[in-house]
């Protein structure tokens, strides 16, 4: 099978984060989600892959997209935002699916507040990219790409 015949890449984007852009720029910077959506595109394709890019601000919908991508998918590329921090179901449904998963955020969470110190993701994922603002996303679907590739 070729990469371009794979199953894609999901990028799954948790609450708030369809407010990029405008939304604390100095931490977040200017980039929409649109402009974050269509640079993974460009970048998953270079690599032979498609992605499916979703954002939800319901907690359940995104457990429900990762049970999706569990069969449907290659790897998960996933901001989970402030649900990083909290949630313990959110947690569980990363344990369940056995691709992997790249948690990834714009700013570097261990670099802020003590509450963000903590991340229920991290604990079951596959690894960690954050504090490189867009870029982060991109060097997400690099390392997604290398996991899933035939090869590895
Ligand atoms: C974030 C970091 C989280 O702490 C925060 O709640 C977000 C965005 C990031 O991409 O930097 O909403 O995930």
């Not at 949630?87 to 998963?101: E, G």
Request: aromatic residues 6%; proline residues 5%; contains cysteine.
């Amino acid at each position: 099978m070729t990469q371009s015949a794979a199953k894609p890449i999901y990028v799954l984007n948790g609450p708030n984060l369809n407010l990029l852009g405008e939304r604390e720029p100095e931490i977040y910077g200017r980039a929409t989600l649109a402009d974050i959506e269509a640079a993974c595109r460009a970048r998953a394709q270079s690599h032979g892959f498609h992605i499916v890019f979703r954002q939800t601000n319901v907690e359940g919908e995104l457990i429900g997209w990762l049970h999706e991508a569990r069969s449907a998918g290659c790897a998960v590329v996933l901001n989970a935002a402030g649900w990083t921090h909290t949630s313990v179901a959110l947690h569980d449904a990363v344990k369940a699916i056995a691709i992997p998963v790249i948690e990834t955020h714009l700013s570097n969470p261990g670099a802020r507040e003590p509450f963000r110190h903590v991340s229920y993701v991290s604990m079951a994922a596959k690894g960690v990219i954050a504090g490189f603002g867009a870029q982060s996303y991109l060097l997400a679907i690099d390392a997604a790409a290398a996991c899933a590739a035939p090869s590895s």
